[in-house]
C-alpha cells in the first residue's frame, strides 16, 4: 500500500511538472487515484491537525466553557470518571478518530485551562445549528472563532511560540464538519408539519457549503463530513405525544424524522458533488453516518445492545425512559447499570459504547464517498 502510494505520488510530480495540473478541465479528467493524492497531507512530520465544526455530536467541552456551566457525573463515567462537557458516559466518536491517528483529543476552540492546540482545534458546541438559534454557536460564528483562533496562532507563531499551528499546518489541515442535526430537531420542535420542515432543507445546506467555501478560501483543502444521523430513532423524539403522521417504522422509529434527515442527506450528497468541482484543490470526503448508526439500531442485538431506544440515563421506564423534565444529570434520573448495552446514553446522544462502533464503521471507509482512509490525509 505505502509502496503503491508512493508509485502513484511520483506519477502525480510528473503530471504536475508536466503542467497537467494546471487547467481545471486537465485536471478533472486525471483519474480518480490522483485526485486523491492530490490531497495536501494533514500530518505534517508525521502531526495530526484537525479542525472540527458541529453539534453536541463532537463538542469536547466548548458548551461547558462557553457557558460556564458544569454537566455533572454521571457524564463521563465509564472513561473519563469525571465530567469533560462531553454528552456522553465517555468518548465521543471524534475522540475515537483521534485515536487512530495517535493524537490527543481536541481541545474545544473556548477552553482557557489545560488546552493543547498543536494538533488542532474543536469549535463544535452542544445545542448548536447551522442557523443561528437560542444557541450562540451557529456554524457561521464556529467559522468566524476559527478565523480569528488562525490568525492569532499565525501572530503567535511568527513571535516565536511553540505547540500551535502554523501556515503549513492550517494548509494540510483536516477540517471535519458534523452539523444539521439541531436544525431538523428545532424545526420538528416547534411544531412545523413535515413539508415545513423540508422546505427550510435548502437554507440548512447552503450554511454548510458557505462554512465550507470560507474555509476552502482561507487555504484549507481537506474536508471530512458526515451527514446527519437517524432523528426519528432518537428516544427524545419518541416521547413527544405522537402526531397523525407520526407512524413507526420496523425498527420503532419515526417514519416522517427518519424520511425528513434522508432528504436532508440527498441534498447535501447532491451539493457537495457540486462542491467538489467548484473548489477544485479540494478532497471533500462525505460519510453516511444515517447508514451507520440505522444499521446499529437495526441490528443492535448483533452489536450486543438491548433495546436500541431506552436510555441508558434517563426518567420513566420502558419504553423509551425518557423524560423532558428529568433528563441526564438531574439526580431523579434512573442510570442503567450496564451501559455497554445501550445505544442511547440519554435520549439524544450516544453510548460510549455505541460511539466505538460508529467510529470503527467511519474508519473502514465503507459508508465513505471518495473511499479514503481517516489517516489517508496524514499519510506524507
Ligand atoms: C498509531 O500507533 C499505532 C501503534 O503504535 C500504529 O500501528 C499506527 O500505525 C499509528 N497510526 C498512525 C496514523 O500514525
Ligand atoms: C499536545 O498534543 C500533542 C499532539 O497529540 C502531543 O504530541 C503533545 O505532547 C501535547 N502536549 C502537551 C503539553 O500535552
Ligand atoms: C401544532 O399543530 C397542530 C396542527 O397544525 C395544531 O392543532 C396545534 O395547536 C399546534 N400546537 C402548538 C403548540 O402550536
Ligand atoms: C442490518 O444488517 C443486514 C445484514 O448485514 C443489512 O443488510 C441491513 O441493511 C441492516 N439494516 C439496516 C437498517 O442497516
Ligand atoms: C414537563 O413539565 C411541563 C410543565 O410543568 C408539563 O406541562 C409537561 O407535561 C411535563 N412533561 C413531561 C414529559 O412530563
Redesign the pocket.
Known amino acids: 500500500m505505502a509502496g503503491e502510494r508512493a508509485t502513484e505520488r511520483r506519477v502525480l510530480r510528473r503530471e504536475r511538472k508536466r503542467g497537467l495540473m494546471g487547467g481545471r478541465e486537465k485536471w478533472f479528467s486525471l483519474t480518480a487515484s490522483l485526485l486523491m493524492l492530490a490531497a495536501e497531507s494533514a500530518c505534517g512530520g508525521g502531526k495530526a491537525v484537525l479542525f472540527n465544526f458541529g453539534d453536541s455530536n463532537s463538542d469536547t467541552g466548548g458548551l461547558s466553557a462557553g457557558l460556564g456551566y458544569i454537566f455533572p457525573l454521571p457524564e463521563g463515567r465509564v472513561f473519563f470518571h469525571r465530567p469533560t462537557g462531553r454528552l456522553c458516559d465517555g468518548r465521543l466518536t471524534l475522540d475515537f478518530l483521534c485515536e487512530s491517528l495517535n493524537t490527543s483529543y481536541l481541545s474545544p476552540y473556548l477552553e482557557s485551562l489545560g488546552s493543547n492546540f498543536s494538533n488542532g482545534a474543536n469549535f463544535a458546541i452542544a445545542g448548536a445549528a447551522t442557523l443561528p438559534s437560542n444557541n450562540p454557536f451557529s456554524l457561521s460564528i464556529q467559522v468566524l472563532q476559527f478565523l480569528r483562533f488562525k490568525s492569532r496562532s499565525l501572530e503567535l507563531v511568527a513571535q516565536g511560540f511553540k505547540d500551535l499551528v502554523n501556515e503549513e499546518g492550517f494548509k494540510k489541515a483536516l477540517y471535519m464538519v458534523d452539523i444539521g442535526q439541531n436544525d431538523l430537531s428545532g424545526a420538528f420542535d416547534s411544531n412545523a408539519t413535515y413539508d415545513q420542515v423540508v422546505s427550510k432543507i435548502p437554507s440548512i445546506i447552503s450554511e454548510i457549503i458557505n462554512a465550507l467555501k470560507i474555509l476552502y478560501g482561507t487555504g484549507g483543502r481537506n474536508f471530512w463530513i458526515h451527514n446527519t444521523g437517524p432523528l426519528g430513532c432518537l428516544p427524545q423524539k419518541l416521547?413527544l405525544p405522537r402526531k397523525d403522521d407520526s407512524i413507526l417504522d420496523p425498527y420503532g422509529c419515526l417514519t416522517p424524522l427518519n424520511n425528513a434527515a434522508k432528504e436532508f442527506n440527498t441534498q447535501l450528497s447532491t451539493l457537495f458533488y457540486e462542491l467538489r468541482s467548484e473548489l477544485s484543490e479540494a478532497t471533500i470526503v462525505y460519510t453516511d453516518i444515517y447508514s451507520i448508526k440505522h444499521d446499529l439500531i437495526a441490528n443492535h442485538t448483533r452489536y450486543g445492545f438491548e433495546s436500541p431506544v431506552m436510555v441508558c440515563c434517563g426518567y420513566g421506564g420502558p419504553p423509551y425512559n425518557y423524560?423532558?423534565?428529568i433528563t441526564c444529570g438531574n439526580p431523579a434520573c434512573n442510570v442503567c447499570n450496564e451501559d455497554q448495552k445501550f445505544v442511547s446514553w440519554d435520549g439524544v446522544h450516544y453510548s460510549e459504547a455505541a460511539n466505538t462502533i460508529v467510529a470503527s464503521r467511519i474508519l473502514s471507509t465503507e459508508y465513505s464517498t471518495p473511499k479514503l482512509k481517516f489517516d489517508f490525509f496524514c499519510s506524507s
Request: aromatic share 0%.
Open positions: 416521547s423524560n423532558a423534565n
